[in-house]
């Protein structure tokens, strides 16, 4: 997480402003398993950040939370993670601090790039040390269990990690060091519910029950792997429904393929495609030839960060 402060000239402003960014996320492994006793499933997943981000700038206000951005597509209300990552760190320590939090949106919405969750993670973060509330990151993490699943993960600000249970677990990983992904946004949003309901769904017709196996193993193996041997790991279970649903999004993945990437996957429940890349010429030409194909998506090169 960087930070960039600079003075604010406002009569409401009791603290610098502060510009933080917030990162996305890839799912390079996405295993779904039983549903819990609480109702959510049980997860194996492989998290990546990327050098994709939003920018959140805070700002002492007196008149409470109040959220703006850039993007017209953007809640401003109590339904925003942010919104909701502030208000339940004001009722925890009992602090009556107002704060105006910004968002220069660049992650789109609804795409399986974690960018609600960084932002509410982000805003856990920030809020603890402007408010000098002490909190250690596994609290600040317990608490953004309770705003979404990846909370946790941003919370912890790893490059890479394993992600299991519902989310709460999570272990560092060490991934192939230079990676490039050309991600292809579609334009419009999968939200993350549906998904699962059709992920349920799918189970109860063909009468499986899965339940959760002995993950070390597969740790194990892909920690000991090096250079393209690892892509055989990769695999997302929400892929093949989504892509049933949504028949755009293979057509996006065939042209990934053609376009010579070395991997091509469903980042969570959607709706980004992205194809993995070892040569950033590579994927550079791929992002060049995908914005003609969909000159109404979201199309980015990025690297893991």
Not at 18 to 31: D, E, G, P, Q, T
Not at 52 to 59: A, I, Q, R, S, V
Not at 138 to 145: H, P, S
Request: glycine share 8%.
């Amino acid at each position: 997480m960087f930070l960039f402060p600079f003075p604010l000239e406002s009569e409401n402003c009791n603290i610098s402003s502060i510009m933080v960014k917030s990162y996305a996320k890839l799912n390079l492994i996405l295993r779904i398993f039983n549903i819990r006793a609480d109702g959510y499933h049980n997860l194996f997943s492989l998290f990546q950040r990327i050098d994709l981000w939003d920018g959140l700038t805070f700002e002492g206000h007196k008149g409470g939370i109040v959220i703006d951005s850039d993007s017209p597509h953007l809640p401003l209300d109590r339904t925003n993670l942010i919104y909701r990552a502030a208000e339940l760190l004001k009722k925890k320590s009992n602090k009556n601090n107002g704060l105006k939090i910004i968002i220069q949106k660049n992650i789109p919405l609804g795409a399986g790039l974690g960018g609600g969750s960084s932002n509410a993670a982000v805003t856990l973060l920030e809020i603890n040390k402007l408010w000098g509330l002490g909190y250690s990151v596994d609290d600040l993490a317990g608490l953004g269990m309770l705003l979404g699943s990846d909370v946790p993960f941003f919370c912890h600000q790893l490059s890479s990690a394993w992600v299991t249970g519902r989310g709460e677990n999570i272990r560092p990983a060490s991934l192939y060091s230079d990676l490039w992904f050309v991600l292809v946004y579609p334009g419009f949003p999968i939200q993350t519910r549906e998904a699962y309901s059709l992920w349920d769904r799918s189970q109860i017709e063909n009468k499986k029950e899965l339940t959760i196996n002995d993950n070390n193993n597969t740790i194990s193996s892909f920690e000991t792997l090096k250079g393209r041997a690892f892509l055989d790991l990769l695999e997302n279970d929400f892929e093949a429904l989504i892509f049933n649903e949504f028949p755009v999004l293979k057509k996006i993945k065939k042209h990934l393929i053609e376009q010579k990437a070395e991997k091509v996957m469903l980042s969570g429940s959607g709706s980004t495609v992205f194809g993995i890349f070892f040569d950033e010429k590579n994927a550079r030409d791929a992002e060049a030839y995908l914005k003609i194909e969909f000159p109404n998506g979201f199309i980015r090169t990025v690297r893991n960060f």
